[in-house]
């Protein structure tokens, strides 16, 4: 309740982590949570929170570093425009944003991060899974200004190859987990766009046995879990090509005992390994 927010300001003001996932509490109530200034982690996923949190929030958590508002359908353009705008005390130290299932759209990312991107310079890792309105019609055209992104997120979105072709060099985490509009051309040249990218899910993507020769070489992990074209002549492609590789997710595909037995010679030093027959 309010009553409840107001006895937390009180009585722990200097309060740095607090969740409130799945909590009933109104947009206005959770406005109130700006009297916690010295809050670093915020969790608020599938609450109420919408524009009038945000525009509260946005004036006195200058020290916040981490904020989830996974699966907050009223957080909309103009209440991520608060958040992460030019004229919010958040973006400079935020390191993590979850912004996962929320009715953020392709334009008013493009738009925030076009006036921003330079002001969230600490931005390590940026979640949009599940983000039905992020498309390829330039929202994410300014991802080169996140200087230190490492993770971006997009699994289950309507992306395409044109979306993606703006990687920041920073990159070591990419999820395109049923992103079904993705093809093979999305890995040409990505190690040269992203060379520090380390960690890939293509998992339950439409992909081509052209994607392995593709794929980058440094690799650690990679899941292509569910991309049900994949055979064992792709095994032994990326045996040869991912020697760096520890963790490999082959989980629905059309891997056969063959394709194991290549595995087991291979040599490589895998710490972890999912499959099924």
Do not use: M
Not at 131 to 158: F, I, K, M, Q, Y
């Amino acid at each position: 309740s309010e009553d409840a927010l107001e006895i937390l300001s009180t009585s722990c003001p200097t309060l740095e982590g607090l969740s409130l996932d799945h909590s009933l509490l109104s947009d206005d109530v959770l406005s109130g949570l700006s009297k916690l200034s010295c809050l670093r982690v915020l969790s608020l996923s599938r609450t109420d929170a919408s524009y009038r949190t945000s525009l509260s929030l946005s004036q006195t958590l200058f020290q916040l570093n981490v904020l989830d508002l996974s699966f907050c359908s009223s957080i909309k353009d103009e209440a991520v425009g608060y958040l992460l705008g030019p004229n919010s005390l958040i973006p400079s130290q935020l390191t993590r944003i979850s912004l996962s299932g929320t009715s953020v759209t392709s334009k008013g990312l493009s738009q925030i991060l076009a006036k921003s991107g330079t002001q969230l310079s600490q931005l390590t890792s940026l979640n949009l899974e599940s983000c039905a309105r992020v498309t390829s019609d330039g929202g994410l055209e300014h991802l080169t200004n996140l200087s230190c992104l490492e993770e971006l997120r997009l699994a289950e979105t309507p992306i395409t190859d044109e979306g993606l072709c703006a990687l920041p060099s920073s990159l070591r985490v990419l999820s395109l987990e049923s992103c079904r509009l993705v093809t093979d051309n999305i890995l040409v040249g990505i190690s040269t766009r992203s060379p520090r990218l380390v960690q890939l899910s293509l998992a339950e993507t439409n992909l081509t046995e052209n994607l392995v020769w593709h794929l980058p070489e440094h690799l650690i992990s990679l899941d292509l879990t569910g991309c049900r074209h994949l055979k064992d002549s792709w095994v032994e492609i990326i045996v040869k090509r991912l020697s760096q590789l520890e963790r490999l997710a082959l989980k629905k595909t059309a891997i056969t005992d063959e394709g194991l037995r290549t595995l087991a010679r291979s040599g490589l030093g895998l710490i972890e390994l999912e499959l099924d027959f």
